[in-house]
């Protein structure tokens, strides 16, 4: 047969076997690549995590991006809020939030609209970290705002929650943490405000000072609810405040409890497991997490091992996972040896640690009550003619582009890039639990939910992909409900059913 000059009747059997044959071995993996409910183009890059509340999506995105980049970015001070109807994906309304610093686009994957908006019956809230915080109604009305001068850290990344009609958020103190140097403005420490939501002015300020990259979560300890916060030096800010956690009280702001913590990696998410600190430790090749009591500041359990106790591999002539030995799929000058999970990754579900792994791409999880340890590979794109297991068969574009096709970062390919599932040297969103499963965003458009009800094996594991040209970066938080997730990249607003 000619190629090109084939029949319609001979042809169109010929696609259907192929299309089933393609339908199929996607379905052997389990992972069919999503197909989309809408797709919304948005009109600026971005990185927030989405807010779903009743029939509304909030986000944020950077005001409109022009001119020549400087040294691989562009630099900004303005963002967005945006509002969205779940069920159409149009566009409702929008809020500028103009800043007072214009720091880096996209840098490490988080910038100034790196913050998920909060809402209730009543409000939004939106936080440009680089120095605005806005109030809104669900029609877009102006309540209240709030104002600063913000400083130039390089990686910003506090949360906001809304509990019992608090807004509660880090804002810069007025104490500085490093001073001022060639490269940077002087640095301040972060205080934790309690806001009035409906008048914005504070109900309390917490006196425990934190730093700008402390990941801080919301916690119970002893039947009380508490913030959950540390003091940890990074590599290239030094605080020279020690080195310890508190928990602090959701009722006034002051410390609860306040302990000494061994040598920690820094970047970590600061989390409870089981009434204790969890410790991501530095142990070479090791994966090594601890378990500090509040109470007296020692570690009552480790859990460390350089090959875990059970190991799942993919197979490409098997199509399936399959039981292995572990082997390091890394070994770059960058990482330098290093085995450890990357610290921002590591989250707690109930007795469980989730983590994603330095030196490798698979996801790990060990269940504290027995001491068990599992890995399974995992994929870091899924395309919808291929599924990419490795970053020699990465695929992507030369920069990251808005819905544009415009370049608005061009730093990429590294391990603070993407080729490693987004989980390189970076700062990803926490994931979602809903209904025991962590919707789990990667950073390549792919977004892992595992079961965290059922043992961790590669049964426990699906995905579900928005790529469709290798052109999606998705680092903030999806939105879950009953049936649909929504996901947002740096160029679009993705609805996809449950």
Known sequence: MIPGNTSRSDSQPRRAVFLFCFVAALFTQGRLQAQAVFRTPLSEAGQSGICLHEDRLYLTVHSRLDGPLNGGFYFNSDIVGQCFDCTSGKLLWEVDLPGSWKGRVLESWHDSTSLVPVADEKHVVFHNLNGMLVCCNHAGEMIWKRTWQAPDPDIKNCRMFLRDGLLIVALPSERIAVPASEQHRALPFYQIH?????????????????????????????GRAVIVASMIDLTH???????YACLISLE???????FALPPTIPHQKNQLCRGQFLVTAQAGRHTSFQLVDPTTSDITSEFSFEVPDTYFAWSESESKHVKSQFQPEYRDRTLRGKGQPTPSTVHVAGSRIYFWRYDSG?????????GQSVMVEVP???????????KVDFQFT???????????????????GIQRGGFGHTNPAWPVLHSGTFYWQGGAGLLYLIDTTVPFSPRAISWRSIELSARSWTFGAPAIDDSHIYIRSQRELVKLRR
């Not at 309690?194 to 914005?200: F, R, V, Y």
Request: hydrophobic fraction near 35%; aromatic fraction near 8%.
């Open 362 to 370: 698979d996801i790990g999880c060990v269940d504290t009550e027995t």
């Open 237 to 243: 800010w030094k605080f020279k405040s020690g080195r």
């Open 380 to 390: 870091i794109q899924v395309l919808p003619n291929r599924t990419v297991w490795n």
């Open 398 to 416: 030369a920069g990251i582009l808005n819905s544009r096709d415009q370049v608005i970062n061009r730093r990429v390919g590294t391990v603070r």
């Open 252 to 258: 006034d702001g002051a410390p609860v409890q306040k």
């Open 194 to 222: 309690a806001i009035d939501i409906d008048s914005g002015k504070d109900r309390w300020v917490s006196p425990v000072l934190i730093t700008h990259a402390t990941q801080y979560s919301v916690d119970e300890w002893k």
